[in-house]
């Protein structure tokens, strides 16, 4: 661990994306105590404000502070982005191993399920299960994990089937091991590098598509603050007030590139063929 910490450090643009997402998962964990002001509070009197000292990010047409809006809907885009990774690995990492290990029929029928739903686009994949949900933030998690589970289970089977012949591997079953204990003992831990890096990569992946279906009106619902649902509301204000958009526009982008950066270092230290370990 020391060794892959010291590698993630050398590594500017990681350290970078490590930082900014610490920054973001901050945020949205202390999203009340932070906030200046009530996200959701509309204040007729302050319509439409530029940027200031009142107002740091500036106003929306309801008066309602920009700023405070932006870090509750980070703490909505974090949310969905560990949930829905949760739910994948839940239900794609036991179903991967089980492919990989077996094989035969237990991999067909795996590989089979996975490829159906990979002929669909993630995105629309996700719009179509939301839109079958119902728009809630807790539907628009669950679609963004479903969508998800393809991807988790292709990289748990290939890990899966690449140190199933390991030496380690074969000792434990001559030394009596059970099935159990070589899946997740043995196979489980060692495919754990791959595993953290495929869910730095999913994070971003569901931040991007909370914001879709909010933007969709398929995720968070009005007057709960998403920034999915800035960009949404902004659309009609681009010109008279262009902070509506850029704002909680940056946010999305700020964070989905942090753990794109930060899973590029991880993959970087902790693959053993081609990181720095």
């Known amino acids: 661990m020391r060794i892959a910490l010291r ?13 900014v997402a ?4 901050i945020a949205a964990l202390a999203a009340p105590l932070i906030a200046p002001y009530d ?11 530029a940027p200031g000292w009142a107002h740091w990010l500036g106003t929306d047409d309801l008066g309602r502070d920009q700023l405070s809006r932006v870090i509750f809907g980070a703490r909505a885009s974090m949310q969905v982005g ?21 094989g035969k029929f237990a991999d067909s029928a795996v590989s089979r399920l996975t490829d159906t739903m990979l002929a669909f686009p993630f995105l629309v994949l996700a719009v179509g299960l939301a839109a079958v949900l119902g728009p809630s933030l807790t ?14 289970i292709r990289i748990t089977r290939a890990e899966t089937l690449r140190l199933a012949h390991a030496d380690y591997v074969a000792a434990a079953v001559a030394s009596g091991g059970g099935d159990g204990t070589v899946l ?13 890096v495929q869910a730095t990569v999913g994070i971003p992946t569901a931040i991007i ?18 920034l999915g649902v800035m960009l949404s509301s902004a659309q009609s204000f681009l010109a008279p007030a262009p902070w509506m958009a850029v704002f909680p526009g ?28």
């Open 139 to 152: 539907n628009a998690t669950i679609a963004i994990g479903i969508s998800q589970i393809p991807a988790v």
């Open 22 to 25: 610490a920054v973001f998962v």
């Open 82 to 102: 560990v949930l829905a990774v949760v739910l994948a690995f839940v239900v794609g990492v036991p179903l991967g191993l089980v492919a990989g290990f077996y």
């Open 7 to 19: 590698g993630l450090v050398a590594n500017r643009l990681a350290l970078t994306g490590a930082v």
């Open 184 to 196: 997740f003992r043995h196979i489980l831990p060692n495919a754990s590098s791959a595993l953290i």
């Open 250 to 277: 940056l946010a999305v982008v700020a964070a989905t590139l942090a753990f794109n950066l930060l899973g590029d270092g991880l993959r970087d230290v902790l693959d053993p063929r081609g990181g720095t370990l």
């Open 209 to 226: 598509g909370e914001a879709l279906l909010s933007f969709l009106g398929l995720g968070v619902q009005p007057p709960a603050p998403s």
């Open 39 to 49: 996200p959701a509070r509309p204040d007729f009197g302050q319509v439409l404000q």
